[in-house]
């Protein structure tokens, strides 16, 4: 493992760490019994699960981690078992447009008051509640930070994705702040006690649900098209780059190729030619099981969701949205992707010279 993959190990495994601390304090802290009295509290707990924790377990990426350490059996049972029928049915289900209606949907039923009130008389309810909130948010943040490569939409689409929540998700809590009655009877007795009226508290409790809410939609948002601004740059940078520019691009931003002189390989027409053997790379893909996450024509069994789809590789105009698409920098990238990419869902594969050149020389066919 390069330094660098080393160092995305260990962010995201701390990533997890402040994730579960932060689920175990809106859980289990006095933030929770405050929640029984408040419904602010209440919210404020909904929020912390929703805004921050699921979040934040999904940049650790869980499923990523779980999935890389299984053995290379495992993660072909794992593809056969995607290639069934059923199996393709219910992918549907973990589309983004599935996720997103599930992410609206989820919280905006649970704060109709009738089914809130429910979910507190009924602890079972209650957690049914708590659960739902996480796992729709951990599937629509899954998705905005364009984490799993089967599912990913492009920059612009996570833009409008998350706009597009944010606005309806801050509907529920402008109508609460708005509301000119009490509509959660509940804590009622709760909010008196505190020494606020329910109207109040409710108030406050719509206005917890609408602003910081907004600020975390914002700052994805923000995020996302800073990301794509520099995307747009860099290629555009790349494409006009002289031998000795791209040297020094590469020098400052793909550090860590250090076995191939990856700035020859990016500017056009600079580059060595390297040929390998399609049929050959066909049998190497088969053999090592690249379809138990990929897509790939020509290969028998490869219907693998975990990666992208390889359909038409060989007319795609960039590798990894970076690298240009030749097969000299195919092989670069299969020498060691998180070198290139770190934390990417590419593992290294330990490939040989000759095993990439002849991987690249057939993924250069699909067309």
């Known amino acids: 493992m390069s330094a660098r993959a080393a160092q995305v190990a260990a962010i995201r495994a701390a990533t997890f760490g402040l994730a579960l601390v932060l689920t175990l304090l809106a859980l289990g802290s006095q933030l929770s019994e405050l929640s029984e009295s408040l419904f602010s509290a209440h919210m404020a707990q909904h929020l912390m699960l929703i805004m921050v924790c699921a979040p934040l377990f999904a940049a650790a990426r869980p499923a990523h981690v779980f999935f890389r350490i299984l053995p290379l059996s495992a993660r072909r049972w794992l593809a056969a078992l995607s290639r069934r029928r059923l199996a393709r049915l219910l992918a549907f289900f973990f589309s983004p447009v599935a996720i997103w209606l599930y992410f609206v949907g989820v919280f905006s039923a649970w704060h109709i008051p009738g089914l809130y ?159 390998g053997d399609a049929q050959t790379g066909a049998r190497e893909i088969e053999k090592i099981g690249c379809g138990s996450c990929h897509t790939i024509p020509g290969i028998a069994g490869a219907r693998g969701l975990v990666g992208p789809p390889l359909t038409a590789m060989g007319r795609r105009i960039y590798i990894a949205g970076l690298l240009r698409n030749t097969p000299e920098n195919l092989a670069t990238w299969l020498r060691d992707p998180q070198k290139i990419v770190p934390g990417n869902a590419m593992p290294n594969m330990h490939l040989s010279d000759d095993q990439r050149r002849d991987i690249a020389a057939y993924l250069t066919t699909l067309r």
């Open 117 to 275: 009130a429910r979910a507190l008389a009924d602890e079972a309810i209650h957690i049914a509640e708590h659960l739902s909130f996480f796992l729709a948010a951990f599937g629509f943040w899954s998705v905005a930070f364009g984490l799993y490569p089967a599912h990913a939409l492009s920059l612009g689409a996570r833009v409008l994705y998350v706009a597009s929540a944010a606005l309806l998700s801050a509907l529920p809590g402008a109508l609460i702040a708005i509301a000119p009655r009490p509509l959660y009877a509940a804590h009622r007795l709760g909010a008196i006690s505190f020494g606020l009226t329910p109207l109040e508290d409710q108030q406050l409790a719509g206005l917890v649900m609408w602003i910081p809410g907004g600020f975390v939609y914002m700052g994805v948002i923000l995020g996302l098209l800073v990301l794509c601004l520099r995307r747009a740059e860099r290629r555009a940078t790349l494409r006009h780059a002289s031998p000795v520019l791209a040297l020094l691009l590469v020098g400052s931003g793909l550090a860590g190729c250090d076995d191939e002189p990856a700035a020859n390989l990016l500017a056009k027409g600079e580059a060595p030619r390297i040929e």
